[in-house]
């Protein structure tokens, strides 16, 4: 629920302080040069049947490489697919603000031509941002919805998918590298995989990114568009 807490499963809960800071024990914190979590191997082609991954970011930069990884699912040396950042700069589409200096979310999925979208320099630096992604695997032709603090985001195809999606079945998911490089500066928290995701059309998307957006915030979080 929205208050202290992001999310509470029994003795597993996100907390906040009566600021509403995060709290040291509430997030995974990566350095950029090599820190990693491996969640083993599993949760095997959610975006068979539109999947979702969400969490909360607090990037200091755009990562190693400029490209810090969130989360990704790898299989030897090959990547399946992954959420990362890259890139630093500012932009006002979509609501962004002069002069303000963030960086952009990536989603990129593999195929015979890798499929590669992004958003504009919406995640601020040394701030908290909720993210969620959704995509449904079944056509080269389906782009992805990603959503920042509860609002869809306008996107670039920087690569056009084309070919068959390749399975990431006995691939591993790691958690803040992409197995062993490329590794995300900064925190994560909160971070959730869905591998079927129930709505079932566009309004009801925009409608639970506004609901998961607001019952996981801190009470003092605030959107740059606020």
């Known amino acids: 629920g929205q208050g ?17 800071v995060v709290t040291q024990k509430s997030y995974m914190e990566f350095d950029g040069t090599g820190d990693s979590f491996s969640g083993g191997f599993g949760l095997d082609d959610i975006w068979d049947n539109t999947g979702a991954v969400s969490g909360w970011i607090y990037p200091r930069t755009d990562g190693e490489d400029s490209k810090g990884t969130i989360i990704s699912k790898v299989q030897a040396g090959s990547g399946r697919w992954r959420i990362y950042v890259n890139g630093e700069g500012s932009s006002t589409t979509d609501g962004g603000v002069t002069g303000r200096i963030g960086t952009r979310l990536w989603f990129g999925r593999d195929r015979s031509t890798d499929g590669i ?33 509860g609002k869809e ?6 690569s056009t998918p084309s070919g068959i999606g390749t399975s990431d079945a006995n691939s591993e998911l790691f958690i ?4 062993g490089c490329e590794s995300f500066d900064g925190n994560i928290a909160d971070l959730a995989v869905y591998t079927t995701f129930s709505k079932n059309n566009l309004a009801e998307y925009r409608k639970y990114a506004r609901e998961i957006y607001n019952d996981r915030r801190p009470f003092n979080h605030k959107d740059w568009r606020e």
């Open 4 to 20: 202290t807490y992001f999310w509470d499963a029994s003795t597993d809960a996100i907390f906040y302080d009566s600021e509403g």
């Open 117 to 149: 979208w992004n958003t504009s320099y919406h995640l601020p630096l040394k701030q908290w941002s909720h993210f969620l992604i959704l995509y449904n695997d079944n056509s080269t032709a389906n782009n992805p919805f990603i959503y920042i603090n």
């Open 153 to 158: 985001m306008s996107l670039t195809e920087s």
């Open 176 to 179: 803040g590298e992409y197995e």
